[in-house]
């Protein structure tokens, strides 16, 4: 966009954006973030009026120990300030964490967008993630079972777009009028405040058994992917189905779709709890130590095109976010890339007040008539505006756009412009009508809305192509892998069993669930102890599994940033440690070297093996794989209880052992089955391939029934 003075030219054209935008000023820096960043290294100390401060130390008081003066400028301020350090946390998603990076376009897009940064692929837009559970508060645990939120904020030369979405590709509603009621009954119970980061209890079961719109995304709540192992493993979904719009103005119909590189991963329920326990800020620091490690998480931004012509030909509503289409039907087209490098500098100021809003567009990118889109388009702004203390919240540095703004909105809370000129109204003539619409043509970049023709009566009225809620839900649960399927099954067990009311429970096992699956509504039925009423009208038929629901399509090619315990006492073999070492950063895994006490251990050679943490403070449940180091120690494990449970632990937690050397005693003394995840060898160079194949499998699934009976 031109930015003509007017105080030099005489306007010609009341139209800012007469002149094409210029494609080599198009390309975004960085540094236009980080201008706003303050470092105090080498700076006096001072008030926020700027007076340099003696002493930090104490307060101004009558006599050494006498009353404190109200004098006292200095302390007031301190105080004042501190008084007022929180602000409201999020009504839902409030526990979060997020990082910058980058996204850059693949070639072609031009044929579905007119957009800059989806059609340049020459062009790497500074983006934002923050990641996010739903149910709890801004102090909940990262691993709780929930449905976690994925919004990705894109500062684009032609404005920001916000593409606010979430790990699961379905909604729990269809209308924006039933989220409140959906999210009073999911939240933490009035009475008490419980449970904190939690679906299991009464007021959720109770709404969505009795709302069935909710129960294909309910399913998903149930699956694995509501615990994800880590951050960087999650897909991401646009949930809702957009529209594109390319320079000639045809619109196409889209669901965005993002993929990690690093493949999909879960966390077993019981490591989720336990890690709730051991280690809350799992998830974030699993974020933070990957990026500044080096280990970029990177995803892949794809889009299913649906045609104008073809919005009717789906047996569902294009516009009914409980729905997603199988990729069997409508392939996912990759449209770029996007990676995350750069940690935030300070939480509060980059992820606390980021501010995201499904209705950021930019040209080229339009809504359609998703009854919930539609209602999101409105909250979003409106909650920042109790969040963020007003209106301006978009002057905060990271919710600046890169581009230039400039409208007549003025003052208010919080205003860190100073406006020059005059009119602040428009049409003007003392400021030459500054500053000015532009047209809508693509070589301008106006936005314009898409013109969609829209004929109806008004109406309260849910529409009949909204009213199946269960063939998807059976689609989903039907396209599991076994494992996942019995997961689900576990699920809907554990939570229903917090259910105090037995009416609830039976009304979510036959009045939902036997209409979704009848296997699945027995099994949950059986192990709940309720009688299952097989409805007359159930459809049970059995659908086509779509290939692209099971986690299991969804595997990493690498074992890039995966964790491995390497279990050493004194006297280990120091030789097959540095092995190990070498192996992992050749494939940049992170091998951490766990010692009985944070003290270093001496190996054959009485050389030191450093401790990258202890066993008891570094919980199995925060890795991938475990290894135990031979030695001449094979009595000392056998009397430390903890490498023990270490041991047994990782085994009922599926993953892959190795057993070097001596240690492969412990295989039976442990009561573990021997089985192709556990690995013994006296050379750790002999099964190095075996053990990365393992690594990227992420489980050996076939343990689980055997897992089943080892100690919690
Ligand atoms: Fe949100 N949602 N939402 N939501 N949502 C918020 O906005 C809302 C919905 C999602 O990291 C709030 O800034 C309504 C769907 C994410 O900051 C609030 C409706 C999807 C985040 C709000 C929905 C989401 C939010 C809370 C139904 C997936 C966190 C504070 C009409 C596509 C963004 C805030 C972040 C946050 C309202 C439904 C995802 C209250 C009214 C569907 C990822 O405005």
């Given at each position: 966009m031109s930015n003509k003075n007017p105080n030099n030219s005489e306007q010609k054209s009341q139209m800012a954006g007469a002149d094409a935008p210029d494609k080599q000023n198009t390309s975004t820096k960085l540094d236009q973030l980080e201008q706003y960043r303050r470092d105090a290294t080498g700076q006096a100390l001072t008030t926020n009026q700027g007076v340099k401060i003696a002493d930090n130390q104490n307060s101004l008081k009558a006599g050494v120990r006498g009353s404190t003066l109200l004098e006292d400028f200095i302390l007031r301020e301190k105080i004042t300030h501190f008084d007022h350090e929180r602000i409201p946390e999020r009504i839902v998603h409030a526990r979060g964490v997020g990082a910058h990076g980058y996204f850059q376009a693949y070639e072609g897009n031009e044929k579905y967008t007119k957009a800059g940064f989806l059609t340049d692929p020459s062009i790497q837009t500074p983006i934002f993630v923050r990641f996010s559970t739903v149910q709890g508060p801004r102090g909940s645990a990262d691993t709780v079972r929930d449905i976690r939120g994925f919004a990705i904020k894109f500062y684009t030369q032609e404005g920001n777009y916000d593409l606010v979405g979430n790990n699961a590709p379905v909604f729990f509603v269809q209308d924006g009028i039933k989220f409140p009621d959906f999210v009073h009954a999911v939240k933490p119970e009035p009475h008490n405040e419980v449970p904190t980061g939690g679906s299991a209890h009464d007021t959720f079961w109770d709404f969505v058994s009795l709302v069935p719109e909710s129960a294909h995304a309910v399913m998903w709540a149930m699956s694995d992917r509501a615990i994800p192992r880590n951050l960087r493993s999650m897909q991401g979904f646009g949930v809702h189905t957009f529209r594109l719009i390319n320079a000639e103005g045809k619109g196409v119909f889209v669901k965005f779709h993002w993929t990690p590189k690093q493949g999909l991963s879960q966390l077993l329920w019981d490591e989720a709890q336990k890690l709730a326990g051991k280690d809350p800020d799992f998830h974030r620091r699993d974020l933070y130590d990957a990026i500044e490690a080096g280990n970029y998480p990177e995803w892949e931004l794809g889009i299913q095109v649906i045609e104008e012509e073809d919005e009717?030909?789906?047996?569902?509503?294009?516009?009914?976010?409980?729905k997603l289409i199988p990729e069997e039907l409508v392939p996912v087209t990759p449209i770029g890339k996007f990676v995350l490098n750069r940690n935030v500098d300070n939480f509060f100021a980059e992820i606390e007040q980021i501010a995201f809003c499904p209705g950021h567009v930019v040209p080229g990118i339009d809504f359609t008539n998703d009854p919930l889109l539609q209602a999101r388009l409105f909250s979003y702004t409106d909650t920042q505006i109790s969040r963020l203390g007003g209106p301006n919240f978009h002057q905060l540095p990271i919710n600046k756009p890169v581009c230039p703004f400039h409208n007549s909105q003025r003052d208010a809370m919080h205003q860190g412009h100073i406006h020059k000129g005059q009119a602040a109204y428009q049409p003007n003539s003392i400021d030459q009508n500054w500053p000015a619409e532009t047209p809508a043509a693509a070589q301008y970049g106006g936005f314009e809305s898409y013109q969609e023709r829209i004929d109806g009566n008004k109406i309260r009225q849910r529409s009949e192509s909204f009213s199946d809620h269960f063939s998807q839900a059976r689609l989903y649960y039907q396209s599991l892998a076994k494992h996942e399927q019995k997961h689900v099954v576990d699920a809907y067990t554990f939570e229903l069993s917090k259910v105090e009311r037995p009416h609830i429970r039976e009304r979510e096992v036959n009045e939902v669930l036997a209409y979704i699956d009848l296997d699945l509504a027995q099994q949950v039925a059986d192990n709940l102890g309720i009688t299952l009423n097989k409805p007359k009208d159930q459809n049970n038929a059995e659908v086509k599994p779509s290939k692209k629901l099971t986690m299991e399509a969804f595997a990493p090619k690498d074992i890039k940033a995966k964790k491995i315990a390497v279990l050493v006492h004194d006297q280990v073999n120091g030789d097959q440690v540095k092995a190990i070492q070498k192996w992992a950063e050749s494939e940049s895994a992170v091998a951490e070297v766990l010692t009985p006490t944070p003290a270093p251990v001496k190996d054959l050679k009485k050389a030191e093996v450093a401790s990258d943490g202890m066993q008891k403070a570094e919980p199995s449940i925060a890795y991938d794989a475990v290894i135990i180091v031979d030695g001449d120690n094979l009595d000392a494990v056998k009397a430390d209880g903890v490498t023990k449970h270490y041991l047994q632990e990782a085994y009922k937690h599926l993953k892959p052992i190795i057993f070097l050397g001596d240690k492969s005693e412990l295989i039976d003394r442990l009561d573990l089955t021997k089985d192709k995840g556990t690995l013994v060898t006296d050379r750790f160079d002999q099964v190095k391939d075996q053990f990365k194949q393992l690594i990227i499998d992420h489980r050996v699934w076939e343990r689980e029934p055997a897992a089943e009976g080892i100690p919690a």
């Open positions: 009717m030909k789906f047996d569902f509503d294009l516009l009914d976010p409980t």
